[in-house]
């Protein structure tokens, strides 16, 4: 009985490690390298990017040696500043972007809304025309001034006629996420804040779900 209690609680133990790194998010103290991706945009200084993400620098003489993944990202604070080959340690994973922002933020944290989430989270894995990721740098820009827009960053009036009819769109359609999005508060060296980053996963498809699931019931079965 008791060898076969030690199989089923390994065999979950292997289902919480394998179910939560397949889609993992980035973790705090983490290193993040920023990059240019292939539909970078420029709207004033923001747009698409994408951040190599490493493990931990135990020695702070700068990125981490074991590769974490890549993540596209937008920015959050339009005050705030991002380098193409800047490195930074990941200061949070959070629904707000820390130290506040032109947003209004409580105890300097800016929260996130839900259009926001949506919009990015839809730019990446939806199916909506109007919304997911396109070859265009077009496509990218007006996604950082609606993001910006929503997050009071900027006025409704500066946008531009395809970033009005974006944000009129999600304004319309936003609702659940079948996925996770979230804000990387990123520090220099010397800790001060940068620009925060949004990121974002989707959801574990069912079918991998079942399949975790499926072999925990055999291993408990053998057991």
């Known amino acids: 009985m008791a060898s076969a209690i030690k199989i089923s609680l390994f065999a979950l133990g292997l289902f919480f490690i394998f179910g939560t790194t397949c889609h993992a998010m980035p973790v705090q103290n983490q ?5 240019r991706d292939g539909f970078l945009g420029g709207a004033g200084g923001g747009g698409e990017f994408l951040l190599k993400i490493y ?10 040696t074991i590769s ?3 993540y596209i990202s937008f920015c959050l604070e339009i005050q705030e500043h991002i380098r193409i080959g800047g490195r930074y340690n990941i200061a949070g994973v959070d629904d707000f972007a820390e130290n506040g922002g032109y947003g209004g933020g409580t ?3 800016d929260y996130v809304s839900g259009q926001t989430k949506w919009l990015f989270w839809n730019y990446l894995y939806g199916t909506d025309t109007m919304v997911v990721r396109n070859d265009t740098h077009e496509r990218a820009n007006d996604v950082q001034r609606v993001i910006w827009a929503y997050e009071e960053e900027v006025l409704l009036s500066s946008l531009g006629k395809s970033a009005m009819t974006l944000y009129n769109h999600v304004m319309d359609n936003w609702g659940i996420i079948a996925g996770n999005v979230k804000v990387l508060n990123l520090t220099y060296e010397n800790g ?3 620009q925060s980053q949004l990121v974002a996963e989707p959801a574990p498809e069912p079918a991998t779900m079942l399949l975790f699931g499926t072999g925990l ?6 057991a």
């Open 55 to 64: 493990d931990d620098d135990t020695s702070d003489t700068g990125l981490g």
């Open 68 to 70: 974490k993944g890549e």
């Open 31 to 35: 290193d993040a390298l920023v990059t």
């Open 107 to 109: 105890d300097n944290k």
């Open 192 to 194: 001060t804040f940068a």
């Open 217 to 222: 019931i055999g291993l408990a079965g053998i």
